[in-house]
């Protein structure tokens, strides 16, 4: 999926783009673009759809991210605390050094869970596929 946004005087502004492609029991979903609180709706939908879908691995590979405000923050905390409360994990992988930075100087990623508190933390910055 793809969202454009008209801003002043037609101009498109915040691109972004959402795939969701299915690997067994895990469903990767390819971010690019900016995310934030034009975009931020699309990336959720997909996101809640997975995670109400049930007992799947959720990994989001933020590779062609090019933005994130504190929308798209709160969006992973969000999904994060959604999949704790099902025992799972929020997997983001394939970090650029910004986006690694970004998650650090927030707190959203690191040692400390994100909501119950659990062995590991609820938001990993690590590639999920073919892991337990």
Excluded: N, W, Y
Aim: hydrophobic share 40%.
């Amino acid at each position: 999926a793809r969202c454009r946004i008209r801003g002043p005087g037609g101009r498109v502004t915040s691109p972004v783009r959402v795939t969701v492609t299915a690997h067994g029991p895990v469903s990767v979903v390819s971010v690019g673009g900016e995310i934030d609180l034009a975009t931020a709706p699309l990336l959720q939908r997909h996101l809640t759809a997975i995670i109400d879908a049930g007992e799947v691995r959720l990994v989001v590979d933020l590779s062609e991210m090019t933005f994130c405000d504190s929308v798209g923050l709160g969006l992973f905390v969000g999904a994060a605390r959604r999949l704790a409360d099902h025992d799972q994990l929020l997997h983001l992988t394939r970090l650029r050094p910004a986006t690694v930075l970004l998650l650090s100087v927030t707190g959203v990623a690191g040692p400390a869970p994100l909501a119950k508190p659990r062995p590991s933390s609820s938001l990993t910055s690590h590639s999920a596929v073919g892991r337990q």
